[in-house]
């Protein structure tokens, strides 16, 4: 079982950037691959970014392409969502989350969930 945490949500104001942390337990976080989601209100889970079990390979969301870096650590089982040029629209609840392969791309290709972190955008 993999257990997932992320820090760093909050408020920020449009134009702006914040990080996003997600600690893994377990010593096989290299196998995995990660995930970004996020939901906001009244709306479906969606897809934001994935990255590899090795790092190598990345997908993004065209809403977040050229604003959003995912990336890890498997060192310190973290992995790291920078977001710049945040928008409004960007407002929701992330999660991060842990694939049962080393490539994931969809939600049914994850097993593992955060408990979620809050990021609001203002205008």
């Known amino acids: 079982q993999v257990q997932l945490v992320e820090y760093g949500g909050g408020l920020v104001q449009a134009g702006g950037s914040l990080g996003l942390s997600c600690a893994a337990s377990?010593?096989?976080?290299?196998?995995?691959?990660m995930g970004w989601f996020r939901q906001a209100p009244g709306k479906e889970r969606e897809f934001v970014a994935a990255?590899?079990?090795?790092?190598?390979?990345?997908l993004y969301a065209d809403s977040v392409k050229g604003r959003f870096t995912i990336s890890r650590d498997n060192a310190k089982n973290t992995v790291y969502l920078q977001m710049n040029s945040l928008k409004p629209e960007d407002t929701a609840v992330y999660y991060c989350?842990?694939?049962?392969?080393?490539?994931?791309?969809?939600?049914?290709?994850?097993?593992?969930w955060g408990q979620g972190t809050q990021v609001t955008v203002s205008s």
């Open positions: 989350a842990a694939a049962r392969a080393p490539w994931g791309v969809a939600l049914r290709d994850y097993d593992y």
């Open positions: 990255i590899s079990n090795s790092g190598r390979s990345t």
């Open positions: 377990g010593r096989t976080f290299r196998m995995n691959g």
